[in-house]
């Protein structure tokens, strides 16, 4: 509501403006209103490199182009078209919140805040991603953070601290704002303030009767309004496809499929697993008696009794058990019946005796229930050398001269030819064309190809093959002709000149009504048949109105009694002529609700107001210093992608 006397944004300055500050560096940059930061320094004494300075603290032209490089990519997740050139607005405001950034820690620094590594730990912790699925913070998923923002360790502890500084600074000066009762009542009586008036509704439709162009008419306003008509550059392109088709008579004889299954026949080969117990002592003498014992029923662990360790493995393979005992004990133990007592067998660590309590096979294919799938795998891998071979073929040929048909003949490849589209695809002259989804990616490539270049191989959508693109007509993007978009342009036509009558009329309207006509007399004056409807609302009755009054209702209350003013309809169908004829005056004093928001607005406002004030004071201190030379230059050097 207070938007009606000041024109406030709700700023990120004040208890919100630290949590702007760490988005701003750490997640992109979160766009605030901020502007004529810095104290206009033309930036002497700092070097080409430096964009600005606050006490020692530099922001290099680096630092700013990463800044950029990230904001980029997070409005890239949004629109994947977005370049340099349409977010170069958001270079100033992201400067000013890094030069307010470095003068927070620079005044910290100068006055000895300190915050403890603690601290800053602690705020690390609760970063996206950092803490794992068991609620506790990891090295890995920071690390996965700091990849994902392109950010290193020090960036985030710097504006960490700065974040807290900040807080801690900027909380207590914003936090004790008052703004009495006496203060709020006088706004909130003004909201209450009601306006009685009228207004005329001059819509453009009116003024359109008996409008007939020439064709000069016609031609003239496609050559003034040109770009409005403008058709986007149409090619028609040739592909040559370079995949699973091209190579389906490819596949895997049984003789490669039988030698594919010897060469890996471990991996097809049944997998033994072995119960262990095993008994190590020092000497071989007492080895082979835990041995016999054994041997005749006794238990290895009762045989070996306590001069013996003695240990049960888990179900484990031959080579695990090696790495255990050794490969002569695993040879053994593995060539053993279940139920075997075998040793002793001397080992590094002494003299070892193995009792085998179970084995357990598991897996294991032949060659015949295996060749299904090698025979598959195979001829998926042949299939994709073979399409690899051509495309290599293809390319040699290109290198060596060969046009797009010479080299397509040569490696045999079906052609095909698009009707004339527009790079999304789409045909002007055939509605229904549809461009197959997995060329999308070639068709942008056809389109970047320049009228002599040599034909492209890009991958298709899918990783399935290639594609040979080039194009086999363009056609330059240029204004529609007249003929094919008469009926368009005759309907646009009307609509302007019908707008340019309205408005004289509504212009008209407004000044005689201004002067001291009734709007209705000022209407009927005009030889229009115009609706006047009446128009009766309080000020805070403007915030809700729906969109087709709005115009009318905020002029309402930008005049004076007596006065009229047109202006236009929003949504482009004409003007209204509104007129005031009566200002009640509003009085808030029953209204305690009323006044109690209103103060609430203001708290929060000079609340703003006290932390840019602070904020202000601190670049001044810590006397902040910008090289608009060098900030001119990386800026201008990012918009034509020079970063």
């Known amino acids: 509501?207070?938007?009606?006397?000041?024109?406030?944004?709700?700023?990120?300055?004040?208890?919100?403006?630290?949590?702007?500050?760490?988005?701003?560096?750490?997640?992109?940059?979160?766009?605030?209103?901020?502007?004529?930061?810095?104290?206009g320094s033309l930036g002497f004494g700092l070097g080409s490199s430096t964009?600005?300075?606050?006490?020692?603290?530099?922001?290099?032209?680096?630092?700013?182009?990463?800044?950029?490089?990230?904001?980029?990519?997070?409005?890239?997740?949004?629109?994947?078209?977005?370049?340099?050139?349409?977010?170069?607005?958001?270079?100033?405001?992201?400067?000013?919140?890094?030069?307010?950034?470095r003068a927070i820690t620079a005044f910290a620094d100068k006055y000895g805040f300190v915050i403890s590594k603690r601290l800053i730990d602690?705020?690390?912790?609760?970063?996206?991603?950092?803490?794992?699925?068991?609620?506790?913070?990891?090295?890995?998923?920071?690390?996965?953070?700091?990849?994902?923002?392109?950010?290193?360790?020090?960036?985030?502890?710097?504006?960490?601290?700065?974040?807290?500084?900040?807080?801690?600074?900027?909380?207590?000066?914003?936090?004790?704002?008052?703004?009495?009762?006496g203060v709020a009542t006088p706004y909130a009586s003004m909201l209450l303030e009601e306006r009685v008036g009228e207004a005329a509704v001059v819509p453009f439709t009116a003024f359109t009767a008996g409008l007939k162009p020439t064709d000069a008419d016609l031609q003239n306003y496609l050559t003034a309004n040109r770009n409005r008509y403008m058709v986007p550059e149409q090619r028609a392109v040739r592909f040559a496809m370079i995949g699973p088709e091209q190579v389906a008579g490819v596949a895997a004889t049984d003789q490669e499929a039988a030698a594919y299954y010897k060469a890996n026949q471990a991996s097809y080969a049944a997998k033994e697993t072995r119960v262990l117990t095993q008994a190590v002592v020092p000497d071989q003498q007492a080895a082979a008696a835990i041995a016999a014992k054994t041997r005749s029923g006794t238990a290895l662990a009762a045989a070996a009794g306590s001069n013996a360790a003695v240990t049960t493995l888990d179900p484990q393979t031959r080579d695990a058990y090696a790495s255990v005992a050794g490969a002569k004990a695993a040879a053994a133990a593995f060539s053993a019946a279940s139920g075997a007592v075998v040793g002793p067998v001397q080992s590094e660590f002494g003299w070892v005796v193995v009792k085998v309590d179970s084995v357990k096979t598991a897996g294991g294919k032949s060659f015949e229930t295996a060749k299904a799938e090698i025979v598959a795998k195979l001829t998926a891998d042949k299939r994709k050398q073979a399409i690899e071979d051509i495309v290599d073929k293809v390319q040699d040929a290109l290198d060596n001269g060969s046009n797009f048909a010479e080299a397509a003949a040569q490696a045999k490849l079906p052609v095909t030819t698009t009707p004339l589209v527009e790079v999304n695809g789409r045909s002007r002259a055939d509605p229904d064309y549809r461009l197959p989804a997995n060329l999308a990616g070639a068709l942008k490539a056809a389109f970047e190809i320049a009228a002599n270049d040599p034909p492209e191989l890009p991958a298709l959508a899918d990783k399935s093959g290639y594609v040979m693109v080039a194009p086999a007509e363009i056609v330059a993007a240029a204004p529609a002709p007249l003929a094919s978009i008469r009926d368009r342009v005759v309907a646009d036509w009307t609509v302007g000149q019908g707008m340019a009558r309205a408005r004289a009329a509504a212009t008209a309207i407004a000044a005689k009504a201004s002067g001291g006509v009734a709007l209705a007399e000022a209407v009927k004056?005009?030889?229009?048949?115009?609706?006047?409807?009446?128009?009766?609302?309080?000020?805070?009755?403007?915030?809700?109105?729906?969109?087709?009054?709005?115009?009318?209702?905020?002029?309402?209350?930008?005049l004076t009694a007596g006065k009229a003013k047109m202006v236009p309809d929003t949504q482009g169908r004409?003007?209204?002529?509104?007129?005031?004829?009566?200002?009640?005056?509003?009085?808030?004093?029953?209204?305690?609700?009323?006044?109690?928001?209103?103060?609430?607005?203001?708290?929060?406002?000079?609340?703003?107001?006290?932390?840019?004030?602070?904020?202000?004071?601190?670049?001044?201190?810590?006397?902040?210093?910008?090289?608009?030379?060098?900030?001119?230059?990386?800026?201008?050097?990012?918009?034509?992608?020079?970063?």
């Open 574 to 643: 004409g003007f209204f002529v509104v007129k005031v004829n009566t200002i009640k005056p509003g009085n808030a004093l029953l209204q305690a609700a009323l006044i109690a928001q209103m103060r609430k607005e203001l708290q929060q406002a000079t609340a703003d107001d006290y932390a840019r004030q602070f904020v202000a004071a601190i670049r001044a201190d810590v006397k902040v210093r910008r090289n608009d030379k060098a900030i001119d230059s990386v800026k201008r050097q990012i918009t034509s992608g020079g970063s």
């Open 1 to 39: 509501m207070l938007s009606f006397f000041r024109r406030l944004s709700k700023s990120k300055i004040g208890t919100g403006i630290m949590a702007a500050v760490l988005i701003a560096i750490l997640a992109g940059f979160a766009l605030a209103d901020l502007s004529n930061f810095g104290t």
């Open 525 to 558: 004056q005009s030889g229009a048949d115009l609706p006047v409807r009446p128009l009766q609302a309080r000020r805070l009755q403007v915030a809700q109105a729906n969109a087709d009054v709005m115009p009318a209702l905020r002029t309402l209350f930008s």
């Open 51 to 101: 964009l600005a300075e606050a006490g020692s603290h530099e922001i290099s032209d680096r630092e700013m182009r990463d800044a950029m490089q990230r904001r980029l990519a997070q409005v890239r997740e949004q629109n994947p078209n977005v370049d340099y050139p349409t977010i170069i607005g958001d270079f100033d405001p992201l400067l000013a919140q890094m030069i307010d950034q």
């Open 122 to 181: 602690a705020e690390i912790a609760n970063l996206p991603g950092v803490r794992g699925l068991n609620g506790q913070p990891s090295v890995q998923g920071y690390q996965a953070f700091l990849a994902q923002q392109r950010l290193t360790d020090q960036q985030v502890r710097q504006s960490i601290t700065t974040e807290l500084v900040a807080k801690y600074l900027l909380l207590p000066v914003s936090a004790e704002a008052r703004v009495p009762v």
